[in-house]
C-alpha cells in the first residue's frame, strides 16, 4: 500500500489552467475506474471535487475535471481563482478491500 | 444537511487504546459505507478503515491491521474505530467520511467531519 506519487507543488496565475498528476500501480490506478479527488484549504476538512475518475458531485463546478490514463490520474484545474489555492489529494482504490491516497499536492494561485 | 461528528480522541499512552466515534446525521446511515481517514499533523491523508453499509464486509490499511477495528451500530447511527496498541506514529487527526455507496470498493468518500486528534505520547 505505497502511496500515490503526486507533484509537491503546482503554480499558476489567475485565469489559467493547471494539472496535477497522480500515477499509481497496475494494482491500484491502473487496474480500476475508482480514482476520486480531495481540495483540503488549511484547517478545514478535505472535500470531494471528482469521483470514479471523471465524475462531478452535483453543484460542484465545471472548472474541475478528471481524467486517466494507464497509470497515471489527473486532475484540471481551468479558469484558476484565488480561492483554489489548497492541497489537492488523489485517491484509489487498490483492491482487497483497501484505498490509497496521494502524496498530495499544493496548489498556490500567483 | 449531512453531518458527521467525532468524538474520543484525546492523549494516550504508547500501548493503551481509545475508541473513536462519529455520530451521524441528515442521511439514511444504514444505506451506506463509511470510512475512516487520518492525517497525521502537517501530513498527507491516510485511508485507515472502511466499512460496508451492514458491517458485513471491512477492510484496513497496513498499518494498523490487527490493531485497530471498525464497527458501526445502525439504530445509533454511528461509526466507531477501536485502537489497540497504540504507537506515536498514530497520532493524527482522525476523520469520519461517508461512501456515496453502499458497499466498499466501488465509491468515493463525499462528505467528511472535522476530525478528531489522536496524540500517543508518554
Known amino acids: 500500500q505505497s502511496a500515490l506519487t503526486q507533484p509537491a507543488s503546482v503554480s499558476g496565475s489567475p485565469g489559467q489552467s493547471i494539472t496535477i498528476s497522480c500515477t499509481g500501480t497496475s494494482s491500484d490506478v491502473g487496474s480500476y475506474n475508482l480514482v476520486s479527488w480531495y481540495q483540503q484549504h488549511p484547517g478545514k476538512a478535505p472535500k470531494l471535487l471528482i469521483y470514479e475518475g471523471s465524475k462531478r458531485p452535483s453543484g460542484l463546478s465545471n472548472r474541475f475535471s478528471g481524467s486517466k490514463s494507464g497509470n497515471t490520474a489527473s486532475l484540471t484545474i481551468s479558469g484558476l481563482q484565488a480561492e483554489d489555492e489548497a492541497d489537492y489529494y488523489c485517491?484509489?482504490?487498490?483492491?482487497?478491500?483497501?484505498?490509497?491516497f496521494g502524496t498530495g499536492t499544493k496548489v498556490t494561485v500567483l | 444537511e449531512v453531518q458527521l461528528v467525532e468524538s474520543g480522541g484525546g492523549l494516550v499512552q504508547p500501548g493503551r487504546s481509545l475508541r473513536l466515534s462519529c455520530a451521524a446525521s441528515?442521511?439514511?446511515?444504514?444505506?451506506?459505507?463509511m470510512h475512516w481517514v487520518r492525517q497525521a499533523p502537517g501530513k498527507g491523508l491516510e485511508w485507515v478503515s472502511g466499512s460496508s453499509w451492514n458491517g458485513g464486509s471491512t477492510g484496513y490499511a497496513d498499518s494498523v491491521k490487527g490493531r485497530f477495528t471498525i464497527s458501526r451500530d445502525n439504530a445509533k447511527n454511528s461509526l466507531y474505530l477501536q485502537m489497540n496498541s497504540l504507537r506515536p506514529e498514530d497520532t493524527a487527526f482522525y476523520y469520519c467520511?461517508?461512501?456515496?455507496?453502499?458497499?466498499?470498493?466501488?465509491?468515493?468518500?463525499?462528505?467528511w467531519g472535522q476530525g478528531s486528534l489522536v496524540t500517543v505520547s508518554s
Open positions: 467520511a461517508k461512501d456515496p455507496r453502499a458497499h466498499l470498493g466501488i465509491g468515493a468518500l463525499d462528505y
Open positions: 485517491c484509489s482504490y487498490a483492491g482487497y478491500i483497501t484505498y490509497v
Open positions: 441528515g442521511f439514511t446511515f444504514d444505506d451506506y459505507a
